[in-house]
DNA sequence: CTGTTAGCGCGTTCAT
DNA sequence: ATGAACGCGCTAACAG
């Protein structure tokens, strides 16, 4: 390399003065010199020479399954600016809790041999992650937990949030209260379902299963589509906890379709607290999840478990009620749905 | 490497067999075999040795100002979609149009060998990008000019969108229209203004310089402040034009603020269209740009440059109004803001 | 403290 | 059509 030249040392010499860990083994004189040259030139390490000997990228793998859903950016501004403390980049990727695009993305990820993953995808089964755990790649999931729970793990402390939402309701004296529930094959859809009837027993109210139904994907348009299912049942209800903000913002939607006031008629209670939560008509009640944070502890969770070979473990971060509009009493008996 | 020695191979055979550019070089039962084998394998070809080798690594660089815009999402979207066609993988980072940021992730994207860089940034002056540009890195800029137009850009037909925005308001009646500019220092907040200015010239409205406010950055509390400040001047308006969407929400919060009712006495006018525009209170009134294309767009280009090294181009996409509630005909004169 | 050497995994070139 | 040898830029290990 030209530094080593232009500073008349060697390039073993160089690479020793300008990595920090390695400094204190050269001569102060000369290592100043040689960052001195190295900067006068603007040399920058090339990070694919260094993997290959070191076999270490400083690059991680992140599986985000929408950007689109506001709680991911969130979450990946916390991600980046953990790993900018220790130098490294994350590869960022939309997956669309697609099976197949998910693999097609940690084989382009793994053929950059990236350090380690971060996966956000909310899948339970999944066996490109069984894969990556049997390879030995660092891997740490977030805002959900794995069905073999051999990952480490960032998660919001999702039944402290759906009792929460249900101590809400019933304060308000709703006492038919459904849930619009996340995919049954997500870690937060069945974790927050077991939750909303916990509560309910909790409370001593019947569990009805006319008045659960479960959403195919974590989408505005599917949340429409369950509230639709649930008025064809014909099971009178004042109150909907969503699986979440998206699957609530449906249920509004739908709520609007039929003419029925949210809240004055039924009530909408969300989960994640996402950005415009509060602008949105009605303002929505939901669950604030510490989203940045999330990605910031799973960032270091990660690095650690790249550097330290640290244990497994799972973080429970807390989260908090936010009480807007789109919450209230429940109508006057007669006055309701179905003659509620 | 162990495919070889599998297949009973020499390595350079497997390499020939496993790229489909040089596949035609090699016996083809031979390359079938040794596919199946990789296959078995597992192999994934090592991109930081093809990059150490060929000097491609295969993945670009994304500047984006603020992933928590909406507006970016889609962005990103488009180009991942585009790129994954090449086999290409973008590394995303913020830089929150922070001068001292963006210099330290183009070095951190350098150091990673990136082929390119796509820069939403949306800074006009822009030393980082100078010294991209004279040291021949392929660059694309999205959404923005760049002040020396000696790269290629995809952008959105920015004026004609204001034109349909001040043609909307006239047509309604509004002749005291206010601007809340996008930073001066970003080309969509002069392209903007200017076509603000030109529209009011084409409608013989007078040009009031107490009329238009410039926003220190694209963000709702920018927007606020700024809406404040046209109050200070104490001049009359019944209309407001605002630089991008979150610039809007911050305008009809300082309208909230004090108690003036959009539209009804006061009508804004976003721009860019981000998810959830059309759930706000008011639905927001607002330039649709095509986000999604724009990004792959980019990418393309961005490839056609790596590979084709084609010439500068920039690409204009098309807008669309749409027509919400957060705009109305004005007050009837007596009944507006300062005695209007 | 510094120079030397080897090899990470790949693609290319030359030879066969 | 395939094998052998080399070098991309870097760092670890060893020698001095």
Redesign the pocket.
Known sequence: ?DVAREAG?????V??A??PA?RS???AE?AARIIEVARRLGYE??IA??A???QRTQTIGALIPDLANPLFPRIVRGVEDSLEKAGYTALITSTDNNAQRERRMIAALLSRQVDGFLIASARLEDQALEELLQNGVPVVVLNRTSANARTSAVIADDPQGIADAMAHLVALGHERIAHVAGPGDTSTGQVRLQAFEAALDRYGLQRRSELVVCAEAYTIAAGTRCTRDLFNRGKPFTAVVAGNDLLALGVIDALKENRIPCPERVSVVGFNDIDFAERMSPALTTVRVPTYELGARGADLLLDMIYREREISTVTLPVTLMIRESTAPPPLPGTGLFGL
């Open positions: 390399m040392v060697h390039v073993g010499t690479s020793r300008l990595n390695t083994r050269v001569n000369t390490v090339n020479g260094r290959l000997r070191t």
